[in-house]
């Protein structure tokens, strides 16, 4: 398969991800939900909607593709491996189209919660190019490969560092994203940040946790703009989460603020429990100091727009990390 051939698959698995008649997309979406009940149908709709329309669309591809003149025309008989996370839905699907792209063959380990879903994807893709077959291989150990992409936590992520530091290799690690607010934020901005707050139960490393605030300021319409998501308590793991974490809040008599679903503390974490959003002031003297080994996204005040965080382009690789450039010159 030379290159446009490779792009022309994912194309057209683009359109069939966007046809809302599709009913063996319907299926795999009810088996994606029961598979993992963190994946709530609206979480997996607006995971799939953002792989059709911000990754697979023509244009969107063939912009990216043209920034790397790099790119093996045909297939490069390299293997990847792939440990994909698991913790909002589909997340996995970007190395491995990038991964393709390339040229390489993927050798995949699946995340144990999100099976369902991208076997559903893999399976569609080599439906529309039977080609594929031969170059996505799914194994529950990676071993043999050239090189290797994988995704986990900081624990994890010295396991892998050690299995896979000898050979060309992208490890990621614990991230999180943060909001820098001035006050003048609008009704219609808020609304948009609650999205980039709780999608997902606010799950993924593009999540806000953590809000900067100047001094005094007024939490009223932020908490107001995230009472949208109340709903997310009648989830019983969500449930478990705020429940455990209130009474932590009580016990140690720590100032919290409540929407009946999400709690909001002053913490100097960026990273907040399930169901905890944290604050810290700044003072409009003093800019917010921030690690930006810990941070993926800065949403709001000279940062990205609100709203867009769980909207990622395809050149906005996780932890900064060029992943195309990377495969491209193995």
């Not at 569609?124 to 992409?149: F, H, R, T, V």
């Not at 913490?267 to 993926?296: G, R, T, W």
């Not at 727009?305 to 491209?328: H, I, M, N, R, W």
Request: charged share 15%; glycine share 6%; aromatic share 12%.
């Amino acid at each position: 398969m030379n290159l446009q051939t490779r792009l022309n698959s994912f194309f057209l698995l683009g359109a069939q991800l966007i046809d809302t008649e599709n009913n063996a997309l319907k299926q795999a979406k009810a088996n994606v939900y029961q598979q993992n009940s963190w994946f709530l149908p609206a979480f997996i709709d607006q995971a799939i909607h953002q792989i059709a329309t911000q990754f697979l669309s023509k244009e969107a591809l063939t912009q990216w593709v043209a920034l790397y003149p790099q790119l093996a025309n045909q297939m490069t008989h390299k293997k990847v491996g792939i440990v994909m996370a698991g913790n909002i839905p589909f997340v996995g699907f970007h190395d491995l189209l990038s991964t393709l792209v390339a040229g390489h063959t993927a050798v995949v380990k699946l995340a144990a919660k999100d099976t369902v879903g991208m076997e559903y994807l893999i399976q569609i893709l080599i439906e529309i190019e039977p080609n594929w077959k031969d170059y996505i291989i799914i194994q529950p150990q990676l071993k043999d490969c050239d090189a290797y992409i994988a995704t986990g936590s900081n624990n994890t992520s010295r396991y892998f560092e050690q299995y896979f530091g000898k050979y060309p290799h992208i490890i990621r690690s614990n991230k999180t994203s943060i909001a820098i607010l001035d006050g003048t934020e609008s009704s219609a901005d808020l609304d948009l940040l609650a999205d980039d707050m709780m999608l997902y139960f606010g799950r993924g490393c593009r999540n806000v946790t953590q809000v900067w605030v100047p001094e005094g300021y007024d939490f009223i319409p932020l908490l107001s703009s995230l009472k949208k998501y109340n709903y997310i308590i009648d989830e019983h793991k969500y449930r478990h989460n705020y429940d455990y974490q209130l009474a932590l809040l009580m016990m140690t008599r720590q100032f919290y603020m409540d929407t009946t679903a999400i709690l909001m503390s002053e913490n100097p974490s960026p990273f907040a429990a399930i169901s905890q959003i944290h604050y810290q002031y700044y003072s409009p003297s003093k800019p917010p100091l921030v690690n930006s080994d810990e941070i993926q996204c800065i949403v709001g005040k000279g940062g990205l727009p609100f709203g867009s965080l769980q909207q990622p382009k395809l050149e906005q690789y996780a932890d900064g990390v060029d992943t195309l450039q990377f495969l491209s010159s193995l």
